[in-house]
């Protein structure tokens, strides 16, 4: 069964960083692109970035909204994928999802919160 | 940056009616790169259907896809008391990936 388990989220103040985790399980992870994708408090879906697997290059992508201030890695060994959050914002406030897959997702982890607040 | 505009934002249908979920894009998505998710609160989305048509494991045949370039479809035939949710559609044929707003479907 494919598992994935988001740590790290929290109380953060703007302009400080925060590293979310991504723990999978369940299946070969260095086969797969790994997602994170965030939801504001009663808001939509916002795609966040993904990091390819090593064999497609391990290239990132990123939303215009987090480019330049989020990066995505990833452990093969340990079957984890970050997302490292740096300079963050108000509007930065979301659960923050992580998918297996760097196209459509049939695998979501149960999320994390962040929240950026003074 | 595709923008995906979904409509109408909520539909107030009863159990057994037939619901048609709208997705329209700013441009031509890719090779019909179109995915559709349902979330219930408090739970991660779920995907049901992927290139626009195929469905996704375990969902069941009351629910289809239909569409290419920038208009897309997603009905449900007959509506069950689970189908009660939000629905997006995202497409992933053109960097950055996006979403849709999403369209609510409640009971009426």
């Known amino acids: 069964e494919v598992q994935l388990v988001e740590s790290g989220g929290g109380l953060v103040q703007p302009g400080r960083s925060l590293r979310l985790s991504c723990t999978s399980s369940?299946?070969?992870?260095?086969?797969?692109?790994m997602s994170w994708v965030r939801q504001a408090p009663g808001k939509g879906l916002e795609w966040v970035g993904l990091i390819r697997s090593k064999a497609s290059g391990g290239t990132t992508e990123f939303a215009a909204s987090v480019k330049g201030r989020f990066t995505i890695s990833r452990d093969d060994s340990k079957s984890i994928a970050y997302l490292q959050m740096n300079s963050l914002k108000t509007e930065d406030t979301a659960v923050y999802y992580c998918?297996?897959?760097?196209?459509?997702?049939?695998?979501w982890g149960q999320g994390t919160l962040v929240t950026v607040s003074s | 940056e595709i923008v995906l505009t979904q409509s109408p934002g909520t539909l107030s249908l009863s159990p057994g009616e037939r619901a048609t979920l709208s997705c329209r894009a700013s441009?031509?998505?890719?090779?019909?790169?179109l995915a559709w998710y349902q979330q219930k609160p408090g739970l991660a989305p779920r995907l049901l259907m992927y290139?626009?048509?195929s469905r996704a494991t375990d969902i069941p045949d009351r629910f289809s896809g239909s569409g290419s370039g920038t208009d897309f479809t997603l009905t449900i035939s007959r509506l069950e008391p689970e189908d009660f949710a939000v629905y997006y559609c995202q497409q992933y044929g053109s960097s950055p990936w996006t979403f849709g707003q999403g369209t609510k479907v409640e009971i009426k």
């Open positions: 369940g299946f070969t992870f260095g086969d797969y692109a």
């Open positions: 998918t297996r897959g760097g196209s459509y997702y049939g695998h």
């Open positions: 441009q031509s998505v890719s090779s019909s790169y």
């Open positions: 290139g626009a048509s």
